[in-house]
């Protein structure tokens, strides 16, 4: 398991003597000792007409104010799982300024025999709770928290709007956290809402009711449970028009999932693919070999690490949410850890002067997965004990291959190998014709999306791409390399993977990897021996200790060479290729080398805009990501 700091959050939640959660800071309990799973489906899932209200709908979402423990977002998740009509995918979106340890978590959920085992799964993805958004994913990607860590202000502030059909209004006190239950905060919630949005709330304190009727809010006192003689729930209902979403939302979302042709078998498109299918599209992937992962995805194995800077820049905050969705993938999808991948972390080696981490970071420790290395990080890595370098948590390496496969492992998923899109057109009435070299159809679709690597600069030529060639050594650990190697992956000036499962498992030897090189604008996939010595050569500066096995006259070394596919500024881009027509074809590409890291998360992001659900990123960084940053 991938390693993280334990710290004392003894300021944030403490138990009494009763096995009462209590608040030192705001000097109030989390709830009740007896009857709190009770109040939780009375109070919010009641008072919001659930599970009823959200029989057979494609998705419901839910907003919340105060996780808490999450005894309420759990809860709704048992009440999904036991329901025959519920939802396809349920959305839980909520904020919380002070998170609670996995511990607690676990501990909170223990008291209830229903809740156990998914306060477990909860607890289990609990970690790297640094201020902003975190997707966690349960029961295959069908059930989606999004914690937002910070003041709900700036959190929700921070959201695309999305209308949210519930609003849990939970938190301590109103008399002591009036943060919270501000009008300010009350305001920003009516963004969210649509005409018919329930809300529910434990409390009756006037001042909330106040603020919550001119925001277009009729509530009304409920019978409550012991200890509480009331509650409080409505809706959201205005008696003026409510403003509506900006047109190009409307258009670029699909008015009910069909079929979709996806153009690229590689991990992007696979992951796009996955995405849509969980949300009860059809989907044809094409692709010009014969086979999925053909391209820079044939990758023999590749290493997945978070980008790391002093400021904590975009990238940084990008690569850290995208190896989240990775990782929660990696983890359901039925991949054999140490075969398929592992989750092994990785030593980064850096200058001294480099070794700096965001400073906020001190305010948060224990939620940070990247540390300086300590001399026993650096011991499992093989490298001396002085060496600068940081040490990265959540990190791993993984076989592209096995998770493209996974991803396209979906009954609603058809695979076309030796399919060469040439052409995508517009066919009257609706939808799009995709066509062959020789004109003829491969396919109708109602949506397409390209994710074809550096294919994609022909099928979209408005975009700014380039292709970068990368080659890599690769090869079986002689046994003298094996008994020196700590299997802990280290990058820096190119990379080091070691203590690879072979595919056919135990008995086969280990294997190792290093490199890449980086060639712009070079597109032959021929293998070179310069390359080689460049890659040796590297790996002699970053290891020294295991650089020499690598070159022995006895070890068996490959080549393997690749073209990825980037943009300008290095950046993802995620949406349609001509902003004109948001409904057109949508680009999925330009993840460059950190295909493992991006591609699960801009799935999310494209499926997430056609279908209006909340976003898996904050809308600065989903702006970030939008093809149509290259038009402004």
């Not at 209308?163 to 939970?170: I, V």
Request: aromatic share 8%; hydrophobic share 45%.
């Amino acid at each position: 398991m991938a390693r993280g700091t334990v710290f004392d959050m003894s300021d944030i939640l403490t138990w009494t003597d009763e096995g009462q959660p209590f608040s030192p800071r705001f000097q109030d309990v989390y709830h009740t000792i007896t009857g709190a799973l009770a109040q939780a489906r009375h109070v919010f899932l009641g008072g919001c007409g659930l599970p009823g209200a959200w029989a057979d709908a494609p998705q419901w979402r839910v907003l919340e104010t105060g996780f808490g423990l999450g005894l309420n977002f759990l809860a709704t998740w048992h009440a999904w799982r036991e329901d025959a009509r519920r939802p396809q995918i349920l959305h839980f979106v909520s904020v919380e300024a002070y998170p609670v340890s996995a511990a607690d978590i676990r501990r909170a959920a223990a008291l209830h025999p229903e809740l156990q085992e998914l306060g477990a799964q909860l607890a289990e993805q609990w970690h790297g709770l640094l201020p902003g958004f975190h997707r966690l994913a349960f029961d295959g990607g069908r059930v989606l928290l999004t914690l937002c860590i910070g003041d709900a202000r700036s959190m929700l502030r921070a959201h695309q709007p999305f209308e949210a059909d519930s609003l849990f209004l939970d938190g301590f006190s109103p008399a002591v956290n009036a943060d919270m239950w501000s009008p300010e905060v009350f305001k920003a919630l009516a963004r969210f809402c649509r005409p018919g949005t329930a809300v529910a709330t434990w409390t009756v304190a006037r001042a909330v009711r106040d603020a919550l009727v001119p925001l277009g809010f009729v509530v009304e006192k409920a019978s409550g449970l012991p200890p509480k003689r009331d509650c409080l729930r409505g809706r959201y209902a205005p008696a003026w028009p409510v403003r509506r979403r900006p047109q190009a939302e409307d258009a670029e979302r699909a008015p009910s999932p069909e079929h979709c042709a996806v153009v690229g078998a590689g991990l992007a498109g696979a992951a796009v693919a996955h995405a849509l299918a969980l949300r009860g599209w059809r989907v044809t992937v094409l692709d010009a070999a014969g086979h999925p992962a053909a391209g820079a995805s044939a990758l023999p194995f590749g290493l997945m690490a978070p980008h790391v800077s002093p400021d904590d820049a975009l990238l940084s905050r990008l690569t850290r949410a995208g190896i989240r969705a990775t990782w929660a993938q990696l983890t359901t999808l039925g991949l054999v850890e140490g075969t398929d991948w592992a989750p092994t972390g990785a030593v980064e080696r850096r200058e001294a002067a480099l070794l700096r981490l965001p400073p906020s970071w001190a305010q948060t420790e224990g939620w940070n997965e990247t540390t300086r290395a300590t001399a026993a990080m650096l011991a499992e890595a093989g490298l001396p004990d002085d060496t600068p370098a940081l040490f990265h948590a959540r990190a791993g390496w993984v076989k592209p291959h096995r998770l493209v496969a996974a991803w396209l492992d979906h009954a609603a998923i058809a695979f076309r190998g030796g399919a060469h899109v040439e052409d995508i057109e517009a066919v009257p009435g609706g939808g799009w014709r995709l066509r062959d070299v020789h004109g003829r159809v491969l396919t109708d679709a109602d949506r397409v999306v390209i994710a074809a690597g550096p294919a994609t600069r022909r099928l979209a030529p408005a975009l700014t791409l380039q292709s970068v060639r990368g080659q890599i050594v690769w090869g079986e650990m002689p046994p003298a390399m094996a008994a020196r190697s700590h299997r802990i992956p280290v990058n820096g000036d190119g990379h080091l993977i070691a203590g690879v499962g072979a595919p056919a498992g135990a008995g086969h030897p280990l294997q190792w990897m290093t490199g890449s090189t980086y060639d712009p604008g070079d597109t032959d996939t021929a293998t070179r021996p310069a390359d080689r010595a460049h890659n040796l050569a590297r790996l002699a500066r970053l290891h020294p200790v295991l650089a020499p096995f690598a070159q022995d006259p006895q070890a068996v070394l490959r080549d393997w060479a690749g073209v990825r596919c980037a943009s300008a500024d290095r950046r993802p881009l995620v949406g349609p290729i001509d902003p004109a027509d948001p409904s057109g074809p949508w680009a999925c590409t330009a993840l460059g080398s950190r295909g493992l890291s991006f591609a699960a998360l801009c799935a999310e992001l494209l499926a997430a805009r056609w279908h209006g659900e909340p976003l898996p990123v904050p809308a600065a960084q989903a702006r970030a990501l939008d093809t149509r940053r290259l038009w402004r």
